[in-house]
T-cell receptor, first 112, second 114 residues
């Protein structure tokens, strides 16, 4: 399974943008980049995904580097509810398409 | 649309016992996966079922098993419980639409082995 590298923790202030980085230098051409987050005492929830182009949805934006070896999840205005562990995951056909391989993720703290 | 439902939410078992956890996927989803989450090992994939067949398996001992029924509901079983099996067990379901589809998780079953 292709690996991702994320900072262990990040801090932000409420109402400010947050950029969560992820390195995936061994990504293959068929791997999708997915982001999930896990709020305290809950199961992970889907945030966003992309393949090559930048993506936006109501929750966040995903910026993918041109060489696809890194990506950044952008929360445009952090709220207290965004405090969670964020996981950057590569999904590819190898190993099973429905299998998610979680790393340690980035614990985001949002200060009021 | 109801989400992924897991039962029971909390349970306490004694070493050596066995436990069965249940998962009802989102209606229409045919793939069900199970994950174990512990503070030390993080989130780890256990296995995935699709159309009542195990399609993928993680690196766990044979004490961990599962099955899927014709209505896509799934159960996982852990036999001869050990203290290290104390964890949050998460079930996830998806509609299997390719690598860009969304996988939905339940809130999990908290298992404590004493």
């Amino acid at each position: 399974d292709a690996k991702t590298t994320q900072p262990n923790s990040m801090e932000s202030n409420e109402e400010e943008p947050v950029h969560l980085p992820c390195n995936h230098s061994t990504i293959s051409g068929t791997d999708y980049i997915h982001w999930y987050r896990q709020l305290p005492s809950q199961g992970p929830e889907y945030v966003i995904h992309g393949l090559t182009s930048n993506v936006n949805n109501r929750m966040a934006s995903l910026a993918i580097a041109e060489d696809r070896k890194s990506s950044t999840l952008i929360l445009h205005r952090a709220t207290l509810r965004d405090a969670a562990v964020y996981y950057c995951i590569l999904r590819g056909p190898q190993g099973g398409s429905e299998k998610l391989v979680f790393g340690k993720g980035t614990k985001l703290t949002v200060n009021p | 649309k109801a989400g992924v439902t897991q039962t029971p939410r909390y349970l306490i078992k004694t070493r050596g016992q066995q436990v069965t956890l249940s998962c009802s996927p989102i209606s229409g989803h045919r793939s069900v996966s199970w994950y174990q989450q512990t503070p030390g090992q993080g989130l780890q994939f256990l296995f995935e079922y699709f159309s009542e067949t195990q399609r993928n398996k993680g690196n766990f001992p044979g004490r961990f098993s599962g099955r899927q029924f014709s209505n896509s509901r799934s159960e996982m079983n852990v036999s001869t419980l050990e203290l290290g099996d104390s964890a949050l067990y998460l079930c996830a379901s998806s509609s299997v639409g390719g690598l860009g589809n969304t996988i939905y998780f339940g809130e999990g079953s908290w298992l404590t082995v004493v």
